[in-house]
């Protein structure tokens, strides 16, 4: 089991390999930023992989990705390995995966790949190994100018939770994001009927204890976490709120619904959220 949802907190830069399947879209260069940040830390090895499709735009925006990795790769002293084949993509992602430690993928956020499925939510179906997915607001290609800085991290009381903080706590431990702001965000659901202003007992006590829960947090990855409570009708919609009021660089979820018919047409909070942020979404599935 990844470092992601193990009981052990000393270990966040326990990876020794990395594989990023790219299959050629603008938005995979989130996922490659996110890739190389990990490895910088944890000294792993990322292994590009991609499947040829004899589209000349994929492979034209396939080899400039893979140009910038090797380029950025090279300042930030990872090390980079190469594949190409012309396998089914799915089949063959899980088949290398099997030798790393985590998978890291673009996400697109088209419904119409949603709802008929892509490689990605095919891979995490399937995977073996833990799954990350990495999706962008951009359908051109764009390069970051600024290192990621500031974090929003929603805890939501599930389990999946624990690999959101532990993946964000392995970013910031990387030499390129520096000066970081860390968020953990809890939202309180109020329902339609009720006045946003009420605010009962049970609500005061909840968020006391989520202010316990991020002082945990904070003590145990060493890292300053500010918790930040608000409340709202709906969950999705408060943290894509919160993250444009404060200017969110990313957006970290563990996820425990993986992509299937039913989520795709009737939505979770983490699928609205990598729907309408406005800033890079990473989403956390267990195998």
């Given at each position: 089991?990844?470092?992601?949802?193990?009981?052990?907190?000393?270990?966040?830069?326990?990876?020794?390999?990395?594989?990023?399947?790219?299959?050629?879209?603008?938005?995979?260069?989130?996922?490659?930023?996110?890739?190389?940040?990990?490895?910088?830390?944890?000294?792993?090895?990322?292994?590009?992989?991609?499947?040829?499709?004899?589209?000349?735009?994929?492979?034209?925006?396939?080899?400039?990705?893979?140009?910038?990795?090797?380029?950025?790769?090279?300042?930030?002293?990872?090390?980079?390995?190469?594949?190409?084949?012309?396998?089914?993509?799915?089949?063959?992602?899980?088949?290398?995966?099997?030798?790393?430690?985590?998978?890291?993928?673009?996400?697109?956020?088209?419904?119409?790949?949603?709802?008929?499925?892509?490689?990605?939510?095919?891979?995490?179906?399937?995977?073996?190994?833990?799954?990350?997915?990495?999706?962008?607001?951009?359908?051109e290609w764009k390069i970051r100018e600024e290192p990621i800085r500031?974090?929003?991290?929603?805890?939501?009381?599930?389990?999946?939770?624990?690999?959101?903080?532990?993946?964000?706590?392995?970013?910031?431990?990387?030499?390129?994001?520096?000066?970081?702001?860390?968020?953990?965000?809890?939202?309180?659901?109020?329902?339609?009927?009720?006045?946003?202003?009420?605010?009962?007992?049970?609500?005061?006590?909840?968020?006391?204890?989520?202010?316990?829960?991020?002082?945990?947090?904070?003590?145990?990855?060493?890292?300053?976490?500010?918790?930040?409570?608000?409340?709202?009708?709906?969950?999705?919609?408060?943290?894509?709120?919160?993250?444009?009021?404060?200017?969110?660089?990313?957006?970290?979820?563990?996820?425990?619904?993986?992509?299937?018919?039913?989520?795709?047409?009737?939505?979770?909070?983490?699928?609205y959220v990598r729907r309408n942020a406005p800033c890079s979404v990473?989403?956390?599935?267990?195998?």
């Open positions: 089991m990844s470092y992601l949802f193990t009981d052990e907190w000393g270990t966040y830069y326990d990876m020794d390999r990395i594989i990023l399947p790219l299959e050629g879209f603008p938005a995979e260069i989130e996922a490659l930023e996110v890739a190389l940040y990990l490895a910088e830390c944890s000294r792993a090895v990322v292994k590009l992989f991609h499947t040829e499709e004899h589209d000349e735009r994929k492979e034209q925006i396939f080899e400039s990705l893979r140009d910038l990795a090797v380029e950025k790769a090279g300042r930030m002293r990872v090390r980079v390995e190469e594949e190409v084949c012309e396998d089914n993509p799915v089949d063959a992602i899980l088949t290398r995966a099997e030798d790393h430690d985590l998978i890291i993928m673009g996400g697109k956020r088209r419904f119409r790949e949603e709802i008929f499925g892509s490689v990605s939510s095919n891979v995490i179906r399937r995977a073996q190994r833990p799954v990350v997915i990495v999706t962008a607001p951009v359908d500031r974090l929003l991290i929603p805890l939501r009381n599930v389990v999946e939770d624990r690999a959101a903080v532990k993946l964000a706590a392995t970013l910031t431990s990387s030499a390129t994001v520096r000066d970081f702001e860390m968020a953990a965000l809890h939202v309180l659901t109020l329902p339609q009927t009720t006045p946003i202003s009420a605010y009962s007992e049970n609500m005061k006590e909840d968020e006391r204890q989520f202010f316990k829960e991020v002082g945990e947090l904070t003590r145990l990855i060493a890292r300053p976490i500010t918790p930040n409570v608000i409340v709202g009708r709906n969950v999705g919609r408060s943290i894509v709120s919160f993250a444009e009021e404060h200017r969110s660089d990313i957006i970290i979820l563990g996820e425990r619904e993986k992509p299937g018919p039913f989520t795709r047409l009737l939505g979770t909070e983490a699928l990473v989403l956390i599935y267990r195998p």
